[in-house]
C-alpha cells in the first residue's frame, strides 16, 4: 500500500512539473512572438519604394507625362545570336511644362538584371504641353525569355514587362 501512495506521489509531482514547465515555454513563446511583430512593424520611410509594374498597352503617369510601350519586337538579325530589339514608346505630356526625354532615361534589362547595348540612333524627344509623340528605343540582344524596359523621369521609375526574342519577325 505505502508503494502506491509513494508511485502516486511522484506522478502528482511528475504532473505539476511538467505544468509549469509548459507555462515557463508558452512565455517564452509570447516574447518570440512579440519581438518577431516588433521586426515586422518597420519604419516606412525605410522601405524603398519599387517602380510600377506595366505591360505593353498599359499607361503609365509619371509626373505629367503618360507613356505607353504600344510594340516590342525583333526589327533585326545582327549574327546568330544577337538580334535588334525594338521598343516602341508613345508620350502625351500633360504637364505645363515640356518634357524631354532620351536614351538617358530607358534602359532595357535581361531578367538576370544584365543591362542591354544601345543599338541604332540616340533617341532625343522633346514633348511640348498637350502634345502627343512617338519614340522607338532600339537594342542589341541576344535570345532571352522576357525583358525589363525600365524608364525614369525626374526620380520616379516605371517598369515594364516585355515578351522575349523567340525569332525575327
Request: charged content about 30%; proline content about 2%; some cysteine.
Amino acid at each position: 500500500m505505502k508503494k502506491f501512495w509513494l508511485i502516486s506521489a511522484m506522478t502528482a509531482t511528475l504532473a505539476l512539473a511538467a505544468c509549469s514547465s509548459e507555462d515557463t515555454t508558452n512565455e517564452a513563446a509570447e516574447e518570440e512572438n512579440e519581438t518577431a511583430e516588433e521586426v515586422m512593424t518597420e519604419d516606412p520611410a525605410e522601405e524603398t519604394e519599387e517602380p510600377s509594374l506595366y505591360v505593353i498597352g498599359d499607361e503609365a503617369e509619371v509626373n505629367g507625362a503618360v507613356m505607353t510601350v504600344t510594340q516590342a519586337q525583333v526589327v533585326e538579325e545582327i549574327d546568330e545570336s544577337q538580334r535588334v530589339y525594338e521598343i516602341t514608346l508613345n508620350v502625351t505630356n500633360d504637364s505645363d511644362e515640356d518634357i524631354s526625354l532620351t536614351n538617358e532615361n530607358f534602359t532595357l534589362l535581361d531578367w538576370a538584371d544584365e543591362e542591354k547595348e544601345l543599338h541604332g540612333e540616340e533617341v532625343d524627344l522633346t514633348v511640348s504641353s498637350g502634345e502627343s509623340a512617338e519614340a522607338s528605343f532600339q537594342y542589341a540582344a541576344s535570345a532571352s525569355t522576357a525583358f525589363k524596359f525600365m524608364g525614369t523621369i525626374e526620380d520616379q521609375e516605371v517598369e515594364w514587362r516585355l515578351p522575349g526574342i523567340t525569332a525575327l519577325d
